[in-house]
């Protein structure tokens, strides 16, 4: 079969690599419908390895080159004797995070934080930029008619944007503010308006994403000057105190230092976006407002229905955020590269492996 697989930092290579096998115990094969290009691809591809295991890794045993791809929608084709989930025909979504069974952080449902945990199209020998890979069942979601494909392909990065919202408290009649507007900022964007936030302001300085932004309902979208923004909170907001929530998804201490103005005191931060480098941050500042500043990471894999049931309600529209759909063959020049281009305004590439 053909795959995208790493090497090193600007080496991804279109090879033919071995099927997966007969199916044992709870694995499941599957044949890759659509597959999202993530952050984390392009940094691995930039910079890496990073994340991808140069050694074995110590619980997969995968190590590079390894097949990319953790935002991926497929079908069942077969399943190994102790599968009772999916079945052969099956349309599925993948949450990526790998649960090692009886591990302290998996017992809890929050495998995602577990030193023991792999991830599948990063530290596993499979990934959704090839023409098929193999998966515990545990890391399958079903798809109903009523979910696309390409939808399904945006199950994951949507699984990062609830577990956002969901650690940010928002709730219905919350006043939300998104820093960062790229594929986890516009989602997060889409899922507080979807969980019935009164008011969500988005800032974001890249003016074509604003533009992408500006085309969603239900959003006011900022980016000329922090000040705007600040002026604008001011005089929606309760009292002029600030939004309730602001999820931090540009990954930059600039971002997080208008998240705590932004937000009123007592309010909560939760912080998305990876820094490379180390912020300065206002600890004074965020402790005399009394903010509480979450970190997030991954999502809960058991998370899939619930995405899956309200993207088919129609009040999670992911699909908005796909902005360019690209063939296996052009998966490197016309996504991996468009996406690392200074200044691009694209949100989100899918590989369609049937073109």
Not at 14 to 25: F, H, N, S, T
Not at 89 to 110: C, E, Q, S, T, W
Not at 341 to 348: A, I, P, S, V
Request: aromatic share 6%.
């Amino acid at each position: 079969m053909k795959a995208l697989r790493f090497h090193k930092a600007r080496d991804l290579r279109l090879e033919e690599v071995p099927a997966p096998e007969k199916p044992v115990g709870q694995q499941v094969v599957l044949k890759i419908s659509h597959c999202g290009i993530c952050g984390t691809d392009l940094h691995e591809y930039v910079a890496g390895p990073i994340i991808l295991p140069v050694e074995p890794h110590p619980e997969t045993g995968a190590k590079i080159p390894i097949i990319l791809g953790h935002e991926f929608s497929a079908v069942v084709t077969t399943v190994g004797p102790d599968v009772t989930t999916v079945r052969p025909g099956d349309r599925v979504a993948i949450l990526p995070h790998l649960m090692k069974a009886g591990d302290y952080y998996a017992r809890r449902n929050i495998g995602q934080f577990s030193a023991a945990t792999g991830l599948v199209g990063l530290t596993w020998h499979w990934g959704g930029m090839g023409e098929y890979a193999m998966v515990p069942e545990q890391n399958t979601v079903k798809l109903p008619d009523s979910v696309s494909d390409e939808q399904g392909a945006c199950l994951e990065p949507s699984a990062v944007a609830v577990n956002a919202i969901d650690n940010a408290g928002v709730i219905a009649g919350s006043t939300v503010l998104i820093t960062g507007a790229g594929p986890i900022g516009a989602l997060s964007a889409l899922a507080a308006r979807a969980a019935g936030a009164a008011k969500v302001f988005v800032y974001e300085p890249n003016a074509g994403r604003r533009a992408r932004l500006q085309a969603f309902e239900g959003l006011s979208v900022f980016g000329d000057s922090p000040e705007d923004l600040l002026a604008a909170i001011a005089a929606e907001t309760d009292s002029g105190v600030g939004v309730d929530a602001s999820i931090e998804c540009a990954g930059h201490h600039a971002a997080l230092d208008l998240c705590i103005t932004a937000t009123k005191r007592t309010g909560t931060i939760a912080q998305v976006g990876l820094f490379v480098e180390r912020p300065q941050v206002d600890m004074f500042k965020l402790c005399e407002k009394g903010i509480r500043l979450i970190g997030c990471w991954g999502n809960d894999i058991t998370l899939g229905n619930r995405l899956v049931a309200l993207i088919a309600s129609g009040k999670f529209p992911v699909e908005q955020i796909i902005t360019g759909r690209v063939s296996l063959a052009d998966a490197v020049g016309k996504g991996f590269d468009a996406l690392t281009q200074r200044g691009n305004d694209h949100l989100k590439i899918l590989i369609n492996m049937g073109a």
